[in-house]
């Protein structure tokens, strides 16, 4: 009787307990809730105020519509907007921007609840004549590392040998390609704001912008120098940077030869005058070659045939020789002063005509491709800024300079006022020829690393995989693609570092477990044949 009482009991106990375990777990869905917020990415998780989810750590978002004292809706009645995933509304609607609510399950932060599996040991029973299972293979094992060094890599958790840290579960990767591929969920893909353009074709254009010195056109500088022996007279330009005509007496020099040399002249000139009146052709013939000597001589000395005639007209010998400029300009340099003794190829003056000078500017070896003959060019003054005149490329010089790496680009510019004068200082503007149709890409989206050229590419939603892409010319923002992609795959244009920097360690990681793989593998082969000796 007592051992009846005694069941009842229990059994009485055990009743009201569940029914009490039952009471909280029906009370706990119909809990009044005067601030609901859920996590977007776990929308079943929710709490009454601030909080964060217990499975990501994620804050809870407040949810839109929610009468305050109502119990949790349920996640069929949670609503999100597409364009601001994070904002949630309770019931179907509209947003603040007027789009159309969408359920929450189609969200892209949306993650499907863990199937809950049976703990408890199955009572089937087992078929010993059936093959047993095979063990899980390592890539299924679940290998756990430390954060702070990832080289650490072991079987199950515990401290990490060199810092004590706790290790963490290392999250499987696949690497292919040039790198390991990196999946990143949408949150995180937002927290470090990872962007992407398509690649496609395009027209590129650049603009170089250089300075440039005016000099003097080659093609318009003239020396002059003397031919003869002899002293300056009379010098009739005195003046650096003086103007001058073609034709103009710039000195006067006495030379004894050229006294000598005229009167030469005069003595063959009588002599053909006295043989022509004799009539004797022999006699004409030979002082008619003397006479084309002597003058021929005075030629060569630059006398001018108007001034020979002179000299044969009037009988008279000159006691200077007149130098004057073969060309219109201004004195760049003046070489005698009064009195100076000359020599044959002394230079005397330096003339140079600025009615067309040239701007010499510098282009960086890495520009040189963009650069043509007869582009377009605008050049500007520093001192002057309502200055602006427009040339062309002229010429390219052949040559590099070694130390700025830079090369020498003519342009020639018109100067009918003379306002550029040498060695001023311009800004040039080269407006090159664009290049059309070419694969570009935003150069924020190569990734250098000195040996090659990295370029990630979004293979699918999430999944981000490197490739090594060769380059072509550059543009102000753009950069030509030669290989590596093609057009409209889609590139990641910013945080493309942190992929490279986590593509890299997954690679690392990869190289770490194949050769734990590797040992693990030599040292069972190795007691194998330790055991079959021993056999």
């Known amino acids: 009787m007592k051992r009846l009482t005694l069941l009842a009991l229990l059994i009485a106990g055990i009743l009201l307990i569940s029914g009490l375990t039952g009471t909280q777990a029906a009370t706990s869905e119909t809990t009044p809730i005067e601030e609901l917020r859920v996590c977007v990415m776990h929308p079943w998780e929710h709490a009454d105020g601030e909080g964060t989810c217990s499975i990501c750590g994620m804050e809870y978002s407040t949810v839109h519509n929610h009468k ?22 309770e019931g179907p609607g509209q947003s603040p921007d007027g789009n159309t609510l969408k ?53 199950e958790p515990g401290l990490c040998p060199i810092c004590h840290m706790d290790l963490i579960p290392l999250k499987g990767s696949t690497a292919a390609g040039t790198g390991a591929q990196v999946q990143i969920d949408p949150v995180t893909r937002q927290n470090i704001g990872v962007k992407t353009t398509p690649v496609k074709r395009q027209t590129l254009r650049r603009i170089i912008r ?117 060309s219109s300009g201004i004195v760049l340099h003046k070489a005698v002063t009064q009195g100076d003794a000359v020599k044959p190829g002394s230079p005397l003056f330096k003339v140079g005509n600025l009615g067309v000078v040239w701007a010499i500017a510098q282009v960086y070896e890495f520009e040189m491709p963009w650069v043509k003959e007869g582009d377009q060019v605008e050049m500007t003054s520093v001192y002057d800024p309502h200055l602006r005149l427009h040339g062309t490329v002229d010429f390219i010089y052949p040559v590099l300079d070694p130390k700025s790496r830079t090369a020498n680009v003519r342009i020639k510019l018109d100067n009918p006022d003379e306002s550029l004068k040498p060695d001023m200082w311009l800004e040039a503007k080269i407006e090159s ?9 935003p150069m924020s989206a190569v990734v250098r690393s000195g040996k090659r050229d990295i370029v990630f590419i979004e293979v699918d939603e999430g999944l981000f ?36 920097s986590e593509a890299k360690l997954q690679e690392a990681i990869q190289r770490r477990i194949a050769e734990r793989t590797k040992s693990s593998d030599d040292s069972s082969m190795s007691g194998m044949n330790q055991s079959g000796h021993a056999h």
């Open 103 to 155: 359920p929450i399950t189609d969200s892209p932060y949306y993650e499907e609840p863990e199937a809950e599996t049976d703990d408890e040991p199955s009572m089937e029973m087992t078929d010993h004549d059936s093959a047993p299972a095979e063990p899980a293979s390592s890539s299924t094992t679940q290998l756990w590392t430390c954060g702070m060094h990832p080289d650490v890599i072991q079987d």
């Open 210 to 326: 250089t300075n440039a010195s005016v000099e003097v056109a080659e093609d318009r500088e003239v020396r002059v120098t003397s031919r003869v022996n002899g002293y300056v007279e009379t010098l009739r330009v005195a003046r650096t940077g003086d103007p001058v005509r073609k034709g103009q007496t710039l000195l006067d020099i006495y030379s004894p030869e050229l006294v000598t040399a005229q009167e030469e002249l005069l003595l063959a000139k009588r002599t053909f005058d006295a043989a022509k009146g004799s009539g004797n052709e022999t006699l004409v013939r030979s002082s008619s070659a003397l006479l084309k000597a002597a003058r021929k001589r005075l030629a060569l000395w630059e006398i001018s045939d108007k001034q020979i005639k002179q000299i044969e007209t009037s009988g008279e010998v000159k006691r200077t020789l007149s130098i004057v400029s073969p």
């Open 68 to 89: 305050p004292g109502t119990p949790f809706p349920g996640v069929d009645k949670i609503f999100f907007d597409s364009d601001n995933p994070m904002w949630v509304h």
């Open 433 to 441: 020829a664009p290049r059309e149709n070419v694969l570009a890409i």
């Open 465 to 500: 995989e490197p490739k090594e892409v060769r380059l072509g010319v550059e543009s102000d923002t753009q950069t030509e693609i030669l290989k590596g992609v093609e057009e409209g795959d889609r590139v990641v244009v910013s945080a493309q570092f942190l992929l490279d």
